[in-house]
């Protein structure tokens, strides 16, 4: 789960991050009042789920508290389009409002799990305010790592490494290591995936400061943090990926293309998908629709298909394992009893139960296009498509 | 030939009472599989499905002698029953739990750390050497006992590509689930290993997907050590960055978690990329009979 910018420096400072001096303001009069609180130069910052909001003009510089207001009203209620985003962009609610400070070199420290080690890792550099696999490939002799043991905690050794691995001297050596032990405090009581700060400034006056935050949350996790689901924005989400998780579809992204797929497990949603553009189509989302033991959820992934008005085919894979095929065919039946479908729908059945679901299927008098196995599946959804059969 | 279970397996099931675990415990016994013991905290003394239960490994493994558990528990509460079972010695654990905290799991690798137990999983679909044992929730039937090896990082996928391999008179030696998790306990490169060595494993099929660098690392085996054959395929080659498919650890997050990647790393290694996931099975039935000849 992601959050916004002010809300992962809220949650730094807990842990005795240093972060510029700031406020979230959603109206263009709570902007100017923000900065006429901090004085002097203030920076307005788009508070929303994308990196590269810089770039995209979420981010400007205002002189005086007017010209903060102004910015405020020109960023507020607009969608930010960035790199990172759709073409339709995310919808700017908020914008941070923070002091601004004289940045004399910009560093780079994060702490993940790395997949090889099964550990904890902290990744520094001083080659902050570029994306770090872009340093990675430049220049790799600028990346620090340590891997932490969870029995023992961060250490400040590790802490000295990456600290003048980063060419601090001095006193920095120390706030770094202070500033270290308080991410990886921060990264393991909150559960997170990703604790980052990018860039970590060191100001003219020697102080090291986290210019910009990030933190994503393991969402395995969240049953044991209220505190963080609370700071959940599902208007920064795709709509149709909300609406999903409230008929109780989890596993659900929205795609460019014009298929609807409906699949159990999420590696054979994935191959499905694959298939349909190997046979010169595109899904129009991936949808794994788990195991289940009654209907209500085939009915709603159907009723995702009428809401996306991307959608020209409907294929259904279905492989019973744990998920039974029956149950997937009624549900298939009722979704036709219960709403008006307007494209062509495929269905490729096999596994649990997969006499009784064909038998469902081609009882109930519903028109859809019957194929034999996968590739067929793929294929008829395709050809569907293109209006070549109904 | 088979690796990890076999005729010798005998099988605890840890959350024997719950829905899930009772209901699987049911289909393994059916295919064959000698379940000796459940656990349940609370519920120790009764029975079920004419299985003793106990309230802890300890004792059961003491009891019967079971020397591979298979994990039913709650995500919350996942971890603990995988350490528990390594502290009684099991030395085969198969979790089948689906979504269990990250941190949940460095706690736990840091645990299995220096002990001979081998985890299986999580979010696993499990482990079968067809004709011998099932300690998994896998269908049963579309297996066929033979000589391909199949190690996987997804569960309906996998379906499909045996059903695939069986249509074409293909059998399999084990097939292994290793999870769809960002940290599973063993990796390709730890079953690769396996099959190696496993006299009746003349070819493997290794189904990756998106996110980490498993397959990469599995590439740099095939590369040192594999002589065997290998099919491989990687789903999500049409997944967006940053989107969490489904699985836990399916998510770009950075240049390696590509599928183009991945199938380029195992294409050098000489792994044999199936053009589709429909033709999987063609591909292992190519390389079979180059073999063969």
């Not at chain 1, 910009?212 to 920064?236: S, T, V």
């Not at chain 1, 959820?297 to 394992?321: C, E, Q, T, W």
């Not at chain 1, 009784?356 to 996968?374: C, M, P, Q, T, Y």
Request: charged residues 20%.
């Amino acid at each position: 789960m992601k959050v916004h910018e002010y809300q992962a420096k809220a949650v730094m400072s807990q842990f005795g991050i240093p972060v510029p001096k700031g406020k979230v303001a959603s109206t263009p009069a709570e902007a100017r009042a923000v900065a006429k609180e901090i004085g002097g130069r203030v920076m307005v910052k788009a508070q929303v789920y994308a990196g590269g909001r810089g770039k995209a003009g979420g981010i400007k510089m205002a002189d005086t508290p007017e010209e903060a207001g102004e910015i405020a009203s020109r960023l507020l209620g607009t969608r930010l389009v960035t790199h990172q985003t759709g073409a339709e962009g995310v919808p700017i609610s908020r914008v941070l409002v923070e002091e601004v400070s004289e940045v004399h070199r910009e560093l780079y420290i994060s702490v993940l799990v790395d997949s090889t080690t099964r550990l904890p890792l902290m990744m520094a550099s001083e080659a902050g305010g570029m994306e770090i696999e872009e340093v990675a490939q430049a220049a790799p002799e600028k990346i620090f790592k340590v891997s932490i043991d969870p029995a023992v905690g961060f250490q400040p050794f590790q802490g000295r490494k990456l600290a003048y691995g980063m060419n601090l001297t001095g006193k920095q050596v120390t706030e770094a290591t202070k500033l270290m032990t308080g991410l990886y405090q921060l990264f393991m009581t909150k559960d997170c995936c990703l604790v980052e700060i990018n860039p970590l400034a060191v100001t003219a006056d020697g102080r090291l400061l986290a210019l910009d935050a990030k933190l994503n949350f393991d969402d395995n996790a969240l049953f044991r943090h209220k505190d963080i689901q609370e700071l959940h924005d599902e208007e920064q989400e795709e709509p149709l990926e909300v609406q999903a998780r409230q008929w109780g579809i989890n596993n659900y992204v929205k795609m460019d293309g014009n298929i609807g797929c409906m699949v159990n497990g999420a590696g054979l949603a994935m191959a499905v998908n694959d298939l349909i553009q190997y046979c010169g189509g595109s899904a129009a989302n991936f949808l794994d629709i788990g195991t289940l033991n009654t209907t209500d959820r085939v009915v709603n992934a159907f009723r995702m298909f009428v809401a996306d008005s991307g959608v020209k085919v409907v294929l259904v894979n279905i492989f019973g394992g744990m998920a039974r095929v029956d149950v997937i065919a009624k549900g298939v039946v009722e979704a036709y009893q219960q709403m008006d479908i307007p494209f062509p729908v495929v269905v490729r059945l096999a596994g649990t139960n997969v006499d009784e679901g064909k038998r469902i299927l081609s009882e109930s008098g519903i028109n859809f296009i019957e194929a034999e196995d996968f590739y067929d599946g793929a294929h008829k959804a395709v050809q569907a498509a293109k209006g070549q059969i109904k | 030939m088979s690796i990890l279970v076999d005729k010798a397996t005998r099988l605890l099931v840890q959350g024997i009472t719950g829905g899930e675990g009772s209901f699987h415990t049911q289909r393994c016994i059916e295919y064959g599989t000698k379940v000796v013991a459940g656990v349940t905290p609370g519920k120790g003394g009764n029975q079920i499905l004419g299985v003793p239960v106990y309230n802890n490994v300890e004792r059961a493994v003491a009891e019967t002698e079971a020397n591979a558990s298979i994990i039913f528990v709650p995500p919350a509460f996942a971890a603990d029953a995988i350490m528990e079972a390594t502290d009684a010695g099991i030395p085969l654990i198969v979790c089948i739990t689906e979504g269990i905290p990250v941190m949940d799991m460095v706690k736990v690798h840091s645990y299995l750390k220096g002990k001979s137990t081998r985890l299986i999983g999580p979010n696993c679909p499990g482990v079968i050497s067809p004709g011998k044992c099932k300690v998994g929730i896998m269908v049963g039937e579309i297996h066929l006992p033979g000589n391909v090896g199949v190690v996987s990082r997804s569960g309906t996928l996998t379906y499909d590509v045996v059903a695939q391999l069986t249509s074409l008179g293909i059998g399999q030696s084990t097939c292994v689930g290793i999870g769809g998790d960002a940290l599973p306990g063993s990796t390709f490169v730890d079953i690769l290993n396996l099959f190696n060595v496993d006299n009746d494993t003349k070819a493997v099929v290794l189904v990756g997907e998106i996110g980490g660098i498993f397959e990469q690392e599995a590439a740099e085996f095939i590369k040192g050590e594999m002589t065997k054959p290998v099919v491989a395929f990687v789903a999500g080659s049409t997944a967006p960055p940053g989107k969490r498919m489904g699985h836990a650890g399916a998510i770009i997050t950075g240049i390696a978690g590509k599928a183009s990647e991945k199938i380029k790393a195992l294409s050098a290694v000489g792994a044999l990329i199936a053009p589709n996931p429909a033709e999987i099975g063609l591909t292992t039935k190519r390389v079979l009979d180059r073999i063969s000849t």
